[in-house]
């Protein structure tokens, strides 16, 4: 085959990006220099005109606080698209910022989509066509807890079996794996979004306040726990009280996060032991040595790993830089796809481009 010049650029400078589409968060990462976006999946739109004023976390700024005329929307609901025009102006924003990082500015990138797992034929398609739409030259599809366990470096083509619990916004997943394959697996839409519901409604039913989605997140994220801490912690929550309607604060205990967030908690714990039930006992027994790895941002709710291993008798451990596993996983399959190939669900294959 005679050599072009043209062939090489589009090679050479071709974007390759892996992208985690999340509920509550967009990160993208891009070969070369790892995680370049990681930003909220929030758009604010006008309701008019449907036109996106703001997308990520200027969109997330605005929660709450927008005049009549402005709504801010997470266009992904469990982990799949319920608003395809705004999840497409979305990825296309995402897609442009990650490209102007370029030496070249075109040709279009190649792009994998972390998606979670036991998804309808319709939400896979919904995806790969935004992705399409937003400017992407080349679209894979891969499930996040395979993606998740690549990034967090899991060993997962090996004969060793391995285990991830990836836990986003609005999915949890579990997946085992061995030999470049998934041998069991569980989705369920339990995660860090019902986590923020549980203590929102715990605290206007004991207190009769009514807080903020964001404020229960951050007071989640800040003394939130799945198991007993060595000191117990307090913060100030801020909301409306709904019997005089007026501002109120009241003072909240990690023991009442812990309370309040117990039956989502249990319903994840007891997914992870329905996932180790079916697996074959030789798999097991390596568990025992590599432990469960968690992933994700809800498994940095504090104590989770040590109530895992509480519970379940495997030792449990947190991936480093947990929150863009899938990310860093999807980059990494799209790096060598002759050997992640069979990772990928719905490969588009366009092997001259490669």
């Not at 005049?67 to 608003?83: C, F, H, K, M």
């Given at each position: ?8 650029l589009?090679?050479?400078?071709s974007?390759d990006?892996?992208?985690?589409l ?24 006008n ?5 996106p ?6 969109a ?6 927008t ?5 801010t ?22 897609i442009?910022?990650a490209?102007q ?15 979670p797992?036991?998804?309808?034929e ?7 066509d935004?992705s399409?739409?937003?400017g ?5 599809l891969?499930?996040?807890p395979?993606?998740?366990a690549?990034?967090a470096?899991l ?23 061995s ?11 339990v ?6 519901e ?10 009769n306040l ?8 951050d ?7 799945a198991?007993?801490l ?5 913060m100030t929550?801020r909301?409306?009280?709904l019997v ?8 909240v205990s990690?023991?009442e996060?812990?309370?309040a ?17 079916e697996?074959?006992p030789?798999?097991l027994?390596?568990?025992m ?5 968690l ?10 790993d040590d ?12 991936a ?20 992640w ?14």
């Amino acid at each position: 085959m005679a050599f072009s010049p043209f062939s090489w650029l589009l090679g050479h400078f071709s974007l390759d990006i892996g992208i985690d589409l999340g509920t509550a968060n967009t990160l993208v990462h891009v070969r070369g220099k790892g995680i370049v976006i990681s930003e909220a999946s929030y758009v604010a739109v006008n309701k008019r005109s449907k036109e996106p004023i703001a997308i990520g976390d200027a969109a997330k700024e605005m929660v709450g606080r927008t005049p009549a005329n402005v709504e801010t929307i997470r266009p992904l609901r469990d982990g799949v698209i319920s608003e395809f025009e705004i999840t497409q102006a979305m990825l296309e924003y995402f897609i442009g910022k990650a490209h102007q990082q370029s030496i070249v500015p075109i040709p279009r990138p190649r792009v994998v989509v972390g998606i979670p797992a036991g998804v309808t034929e319709v939400e896979k398609r919904a995806v790969y066509d935004a992705s399409k739409a937003a400017g992407a030259r080349v679209t894979y599809l891969i499930e996040e807890p395979v993606a998740a366990a690549l990034g967090a470096g899991l060993a997962i083509d090996e004969v060793r079996g391995s285990m991830v619990v990836d836990i986003g916004g609005g999915t949890s997943e579990v997946a085992v794996m061995s030999m470049g394959g998934v041998v069991t697996s569980r989705s369920l839409r339990v995660a860090g979004d019902e986590l923020d519901e549980d203590i929102v409604q715990y605290i206007r039913n004991k207190y009769n306040l009514l807080i903020g989605i964001r404020m229960a997140e951050d007071v989640k994220k800040t003394i939130g726990s799945a198991f007993r801490l060595q000191e117990e912690k307090t913060m100030t929550l801020r909301g409306r009280n709904l019997v005089t309607g007026l501002p109120e604060a009241i003072e909240v205990s990690s023991i009442e996060l812990r309370e309040a967030t117990e039956n989502s908690v249990q319903t994840i714990i007891d997914t992870v032991r329905d996932a180790l039930d079916e697996t074959p006992p030789e798999i097991l027994s390596d568990l025992m040595d590599t432990g469960i790895c968690l992933a994700g941002g809800g498994s940095l709710l504090q104590g989770l790993d040590d109530r895992l291993t509480d519970e379940l008798k495997v030792r449990s451990w947190v991936a480093e830089d947990s929150i863009s596993c899938v990310a860093r996983g999807a980059g990494i399959a799209l790096e060598d796809l002759n050997k992640w190939k069979d990772l990928f669900v719905g490969l588009e294959r366009h092997s001259s481009r490669h």
